[in-house]
Each structure stands twice: as structure tokens, then as C-alpha cells.
């Protein structure tokens, strides 16, 4: 992983432990021993939004996350810095489009702009992973169909990470965590429905899997995303890998074409052969990077590429 990636990681998560407290740049750089201007670059790589506003976007986002859990939305709003009720609904509105009493009812459900009634459930029968099968099929047509046995079993043992949320009857969008054996990690299978993008569910859904993943004893998250997700990813807080994969091209060819881009972002993590005959690469890259997944793709031809995103909690 490059420096850069290390020192944002280092930052979020300082960011995260001090969530509740003031926090200013000063302080981040003495905490991370660079300058104010080198972590406005690195913010600029790795962020979608710049680094004094990244915080400010995470104590929102714990807020609601305490509001949709039952706390009082004052109570909440005055731990995390907003002095008058004003400023939090503002600063709430801007994050996730809608107001804090949208946000929560009495039952704990969750109320979007558009006044969508959904609720964010954990899966608890077959029958249910049934649905989330007839809901991957629509959000990722042509792709590999669910593996309805596999997630069976991740039920089983951990049914609190299989998340999923409701608009009325149908499921709208979802969050799967399986925990890989004998490791302190785990994979996400994600989708969200068209139209559901900026609702702010998404959000909901990934906050509760953190803090659930956190009981859990795990230490690190990983998510294969879609081209558009790279923002939200960002916000809160992965950075990214690139898998390029060629049948087409050999190791060497894909090594020698990074090579010519003199990407300086962009840095070789490894490479394998997946299944005898497809040509692998992965690269340590800032998710918001998407012209080098066109170049390989696009340029050179012949290659498929996937952004993975990690996060260490």
C-alpha cells in the first residue's frame, strides 16, 4: 500500500477514536508528523471531500446512526459538536438529504426523502435469502447468479450481518458480511436498488454492519464496488484496490503497460493466474482514480478491470 493510503488510513481512524471530540488540523498534523498541506493532498487523492469536511460528514453520519438506534436526536446532536438545533438539521440535511424526524420514528424505522418507508432487518429464514436472490439477479444482470448455499451457511453462523432493507414489501437494499474462516475479516456482497442511491439507506445499512462487525471481534472489511459507488465508498473512509484480469494479455504485458501510464499513484500489490488461464494483477490505487481503470480497458483492450475497497475498523 502506498504511503499515502497508510497515512489516510491512520487519519480516519484517529478521526473515528475522537469522533465525539474537537478536532482540528493542527492536531492531525502533529498526531500524523505531516504538514497541513501534505494531508489537504492526500485528503484530495483519497477523499471526495476535503479533509475538515470529511470529519464533519462522519459526526453526522454517527449522529443519525445514534438517533436511528433509539437516542434522542438532541441529545446526539450536542455530543458531536452542534450547539443549536439549527446548525445540526442544516448540517444533517446536507449529508442525507432529508430531516433528522424523516430520519427516525418511534419504531426505529428509517424515513427518507420521498418519505420511504423502510426498515433495516437481518435475514432470518430461507425464504428471505430467496428474496435477496431475486434482488441480486435485478441489481447485477449478467452476473453470476447468488450463491444462495454459501450465504446459508454465513447465516447460520452469523445471521446479525446479513442486513437488508425494506421499501413497503420489496427489498431495496442490501448488505451481506461472510466472515472469512479463521481470519479477523470479512467480505461484503452489496447492491442497492435504481433510484435508492440517495436516500441514504446505503449509509444506514453500512454504519450498523461496522458496529456490528466491531462486537464480532473484526478487524478489517473488503467490498468488490460498481462504477459510481466510488464516492460513497470514500466518504466513509476505504481506500482502494484495482484487479485486472486478462485472458488475453499475460502478467507481463499488463505489468509493462502500468508501467508505460507513469501512474504515480497507482502501485503494484501482486499477481497470480486465477483458474490456469486468467492473467492477474492487483494494484493499490486511490478509489476516485477511474481513468486508469478506462486505460486498461479502453486503451490496452482485452482486460476486465474491478475497484476492491478495504477498510480497517
Known amino acids: 500500500m502506498p504511503v499515502s493510503a497508510l497515512i489516510y488510513e491512520t487519519i480516519i481512524k484517529y478521526v473515528d477514536e475522537h469522533i465525539k471530540d474537537e478536532i482540528t488540523l493542527d492536531e492531525l498534523s502533529k498526531f500524523s508528523g505531516y504538514s ?23 459526526r453526522i453520519y454517527a449522529a443519525a446512526n445514534e438517533i436511528y438506534s433509539g437516542r434522542k436526536l438532541y441529545d446526539a446532536a ?9 446548525g445540526f438539521y442544516k448540517a444533517f440535511y446536507n ?24 426498515n433495516i432487518e437481518n435475514v ?25 448455499q454459501s450465504w446459508a451457511k454465513g447465516w447460520n453462523k452469523n445471521p446479525e450481518l446479513l442486513l437488508y432493507a425494506r421499501d413497503d414489501n420489496k427489498i431495496c437494499a442490501a448488505a451481506l458480511a461472510g466472515i472469512n474462516e479463521g481470519e479477523k475479516h470479512f467480505v461484503v456482497c452489496e447492491g442497492v436498488l435504481d433510484g435508492y442511491w ?15 462487525a466491531k462486537k464480532l471481534g473484526i478487524t478489517n472489511i473488503f467490498v468488490a464496488i460498481g462504477a ?13 484496490q484495482m484487479l485486472i484480469q486478462s485472458e488475453k494479455h499475460s502478467i507481463d504485458d499488463l505489468k509493462n503497460f502500468l508501467a508505460s501510464l507513469n501512474n504515480k499513484n497507482a502501485e503494484f500489490s501482486h499477481e497470480r493466474i486465477h483458474d490456469g488461464y486468467i492473467n492477474q494483477i492487483w494494484l493499490n490505487v486511490p478509489i476516485m482514480d477511474k481513468e486508469l481503470k478506462k486505460q486498461f480497458e479502453e486503451v490496452l483492450g482485452g482486460c476486465w478491470t474491478q475497484i476492491i475497497v478495504g477498510k480497517s475498523i
Not at 497541513?36 to 462522519?58: D, E, G, T, V
Not at 450536542?78 to 439549527?86: I, K, M
Not at 459510481?228 to 482502494?240: D, M, S
Open 36 to 58: 497541513k498541506r501534505h494531508l489537504y493532498k492526500i485528503f484530495k487523492i483519497y477523499s471526495p471531500a476535503p479533509i475538515m469536511q470529511y470529519i464533519r460528514n462522519k
Open 78 to 86: 450536542l455530543d458531536y459538536g452542534y450547539e443549536t438545533p439549527a
Open 95 to 118: 449529508v442525507f438529504g432529508c430531516k433528522p424526524s424523516e430520519y427516525k420514528n418511534t419504531n426505529q424505522n428509517y424515513k427518507v426523502r420521498r418519505n420511504l418507508f423502510m
Open 124 to 148: 432470518k429464514s430461507i425464504e428471505e435469502l430467496d428474496e435477496l436472490a431475486e434482488f441480486f439477479n435485478i441489481v447485477y444482470p449478467g452476473q453470476p447468479p447468488f450463491d444462495k
Open 198 to 212: 440517495k436516500t441514504g439507506i446505503f449509509e444506514a445499512l453500512f454504519i450498523e454492519l461496522e458496529k456490528r
Open 228 to 240: 459510481g459507488q466510488e464516492e460513497f465508498y470514500a466518504k466513509l473512509g476505504y481506500t482502494g
